[in-house]
């Protein structure tokens, strides 16, 4: 996603800060012991500007652009360094989860089959020193277990409670920042509270896994592979950082497009890298075929929590979503009927524009949807600006197209038949309803006071 305004010019935020940015950024690489020069010195040099991320002015604090700067490759081959010398105290367990919709991109981009690239990507992250590659997968099943569940409480209290709907998705960065930073607590209360998956697989890495393999959670380096660069922002949330261990759950985020800079840079070829299986978060199991869920270009929220709520609500079964395209292919809805009346209304809301144009009937109070999956990339997280942009910045529509294909083939599986979710409810969440579990898989968005010009930011 980019703002008009840095369309047009360099980010003013990025133009003042970039300096200091910069300079914070090898300050805190250069320290335990990493001035000794090697090969990984020579790859993380690469610099990654954020122009096509949300980080606009007003809405990145100069600590919070210090940070975003240092989840690059230097801070990645950082700790692949400390791992390769004597000090084992400083030693980390390098783990890298991977999203679904950053697979499509690498089996487009190389012309493999989703199954053979998630294999080699795998192969080649474990030739860099990275020990264990897990797919986020389980981690959108919580999420959206836990979104559907959300939504059939709200509804059941929607007399009661004013916010109750609609209820909007949480699970895209960019939205939640924009809703935080630029919009009223009007809107940030209709935001459903269920973790992203990136967040919650933060969780399972630092909490589950953690445990089964008797590590402390400071221990372990989490990485997340990703197909936008707010997902690097999203990790510096509070909520997600644990002060008992000094240990955020998602330590650094990389882009789709970084790792194949990571490659070339390399000058690996993907088709040269041996196949790797990639790994469970379950003792001795590997991972089967890449599977995805219901939705065409997104992690299948509206589609599962709609034919959920037709079910838990109104005792009907919905085999198949039909969508009804508005005033543009990004913004469609879908409705429920019974007996003549209509008694579910959901929409998906991609792109800044059908957002704005959303809240903007919201705050008139001539909304009618019950839920939105709201994604500020056109498109959806397929088009994340970190892997679907051509040289000159603009989107690769060719690889898109690829990549939407490829997405649209991989077989779907319902969050419900995942046996792991289910056990792990009882085993590590102590079940559905516990407090473990909703401090685990939840978390809270409220309106954050901005200075006047952030409001008359234009999207």
């Keep these: 996603m980019k703002c008009e305004n840095c369309s047009k010019k360099e980010c003013s935020k990025k133009q003042k800060n970039d300096d200091t940015q910069s ?25 990654i500007l954020l122009s096509d991320c949300l980080a606009c002015d007003s809405c990145m604090t100069l600590e919070e652009g210090a940070r975003v700067f240092q989840q690059n ?25 991977l999203c679904p919709q950053s697979l499509p991109y690498f089996a487009a981009k190389f012309n493999l089959s989703v199954n053979e690239a998630a294999k080699r990507l795998c192969g080649f992250l474990k030739s860099l020193g990275v020990h264990y590659v897990f797919d986020t997968t389980i981690a959108a099943d919580f999420s959206i277990l836990e979104s559907q569940r959300e939504f059939v ?62 590590l402390s959670p400071d221990k372990i380096f989490h990485v997340v592979v990703a197909p936008c660069y ?14 008992l261990y000094n240990s955020a759950e998602v330590d650094c985020v990389l882009t789709s497009g970084e790792i194949v800079q990571i490659m070339e840079q390399k000058n690996v070829s993907m088709k040269d890298v041996t196949e790797v299986a990639v790994d469970s978060l379950f003792d001795g199991l590997k991972e089967g075929d890449v599977v995805r869920h219901d939705g065409k270009r997104s992690d299948g929220y509206l589609e599962h929590i709609f034919k959920h709520a037709a079910k838990e609500l109104f005792g009907v079964d919905v085999k198949e ?125 409220s309106a954050v006071s901005q200075s006047t010009s952030s409001l008359d930011i234009k999207w």
């Excluded at 090898?26 to 993380?44: H, P, R, V």
């Excluded at 707010?230 to 002060?243: G, H, Q, V």
């Excluded at 779907?412 to 038949?417: K, M, N, Q, S």
């Design 321 to 445: 979503i039909t969508y009804k395209a508005l005033k543009n292919k990004d913004f469609q809805e879908v409705t429920l009927e019974k007996d003549g009346e209509t008694v579910l209304r959901f929409a998906a809301a991609y792109g800044f524009r059908n957002i704005q144009n959303m809240v903007l009937k919201l705050k008139k109070g001539k909304f009618f949807y019950h839920f939105v999956e709201v994604l500020a990339c056109p498109g959806g997280c397929l088009n994340g600006k970190g892997q679907a942009q051509s040289e000159d910045g603009r989107a690769d529509r060719a690889l898109l197209a690829q990549m939407e294909e490829v997405y649209t083939a991989i077989p779907v599986r319902l969050p419900e038949a995942n046996l792991h979710v289910q056990r792990m409810y009882q085993d590590w969440l102590e079940g559905m309803d516990s407090k473990k579990a909703q401090d685990t898989l939840h978390t809270s968005y």
């Design 153 to 214: 409480q709200r509804y059941q209290r929607r007399n009661q409670e004013e916010h109750a709907l609609p209820m909007f998705a949480s699970a895209c960065p960019g939205w939640i920042r924009y809703a935080e930073r630029v919009l009223t607590n009007l809107v940030t209360s209709h935001i459903c509270t269920a973790k992203s998956p990136q967040q919650i697989m933060g969780s399972l890495v630092k909490g589950y896994f953690a445990r089964q393999q008797n």
């Design 230 to 243: 707010d997902k690097k922002l999203e990790a510096l949330r509070e909520d997600f950082y644990t002060a």
């Design 73 to 97: 490759q230097k801070e990645f081959f950082r700790v692949l360094n400390l791992n390769k010398k004597c000090d084992t105290s400083k030693h980390k367990v390098l783990a890298v989860s």
């Design 23 to 47: 300079a914070s950024v090898d300050a805190l690489s250069s320290n335990d012991g990493s001035e000794e020069k090697n090969e990984f010195d020579t790859l993380a040099n690469a610099k």
